[in-house]
């Protein structure tokens, strides 16, 4: 019984330098992967942050649509130059996400500058950091400015902001016309329910 108790104990120190060495190469094993996943998280997290940023300016690109729509419609002449493919295509592609909401926000803002002088006087009161209910205010005067516009009317005043934000950066450039775009938006739609009573009312009559 002593002579086992002494074997074993004899033994224990090997098993335990065979055991740390075991453990030392299983460690040297794992060491390439934890390189490899710690240099590859930061590209990888960067990425995502960048298919965030271009999906958010994709939304925003197809939401600056109805503005940029009776903007270009009154001022063609300010449309920037376009790409020879689809248009499709290059949206799809991650570079023309970004040229496509560059071109579209600045056309806006180019066009809001040209039919400015036809906004009333009192559009300087909605000229920053618009809210929904100035949005929409300043969306039913886009209107009747556009109008006026296209009847040849003499321009009253001289040019002024529109939907400028107190930031500054694109983005938060963006942010406004888009709040003025979902006005417009919102301005049509009502047009369009209103319209479809009228109709209504009068097939009822007839």
Same mark, same amino acid.
């Given at each position: 019984?002593?002579?086992?108790v002494? &074997?074993?104990?004899h033994?224990?120190? @090997?098993?335990? #330098?065979?055991?740390a060495?075991g453990d030392?190469?299983?460690d040297? =094993? !794992? #060491?390439?992967?934890?390189?490899l996943v710690?240099?590859?998280?930061p #590209?990888?997290?960067? $990425?995502?942050? *960048?298919?965030?940023?271009? $999906?958010?300016?994709?939304?925003?690109?197809?939401?600056?649509y109805?503005?940029w729509s009776?903007l &270009? =419609?009154?001022?063609?002449?300010?449309?920037l130059?376009r790409?020879?493919i689809?248009?499709?295509?290059?949206?799809?592609r991650? &570079?023309?996400?970004?040229r496509?909401?560059?071109?579209r926000?600045?056309?806006c803002?180019?066009?809001s500058?040209?039919?400015?002088?036809y906004l009333?006087? !009192?559009?300087?009161?909605?000229?920053?950091?618009l809210?929904?209910?100035s949005?929409?205010?300043?969306?039913?005067r886009?209107?009747?400015?556009?109008?006026?516009? #296209?009847?040849?009317?003499?321009?009253?005043?001289?040019? *002024?902001?529109?939907?400028?934000?107190q @930031?500054?950066?694109?983005?938060?450039? *963006?942010?406004?016309?888009?709040m003025?775009?979902?006005a417009?938006r919102?301005?049509?739609? &009502?047009r369009?329910?209103?319209?479809?009573?009228?109709?209504?009312?009068?097939?009822?009559r007839?």
């Amino acid at each position: 019984m002593q002579q086992d108790v002494e &074997h074993q104990a004899h033994l224990a120190p @090997a098993v335990r #330098a065979q055991d740390a060495d075991g453990d030392e190469e299983l460690d040297d =094993e !794992r #060491a390439p992967g934890h390189v490899l996943v710690g240099a590859c998280y930061p #590209a990888a997290r960067a $990425r995502l942050s *960048v298919m965030r940023l271009r $999906r958010h300016r994709r939304g925003m690109y197809h939401r600056l649509y109805p503005l940029w729509s009776l903007l &270009h =419609e009154a001022y063609p002449q300010d449309a920037l130059p376009r790409n020879r493919i689809s248009p499709w295509a290059t949206l799809r592609r991650s &570079h023309g996400v970004d040229r496509r909401y560059y071109r579209r926000a600045i056309e806006c803002r180019d066009g809001s500058v040209r039919i400015s002088p036809y906004l009333s006087r !009192r559009t300087e009161m909605t000229a920053t950091n618009l809210s929904a209910s100035s949005a929409d205010l300043l969306a039913d005067r886009l209107c009747a400015a556009l109008a006026a516009q #296209a009847e040849d009317r003499e321009a009253p005043h001289g040019a *002024v902001a529109v939907a400028v934000p107190q @930031a500054k950066g694109l983005d938060a450039d *963006v942010r406004q016309l888009v709040m003025l775009s979902d006005a417009l938006r919102r301005s049509a739609s &009502h047009r369009t329910e209103r319209e479809k009573r009228t109709e209504d009312q009068g097939s009822r009559r007839g």
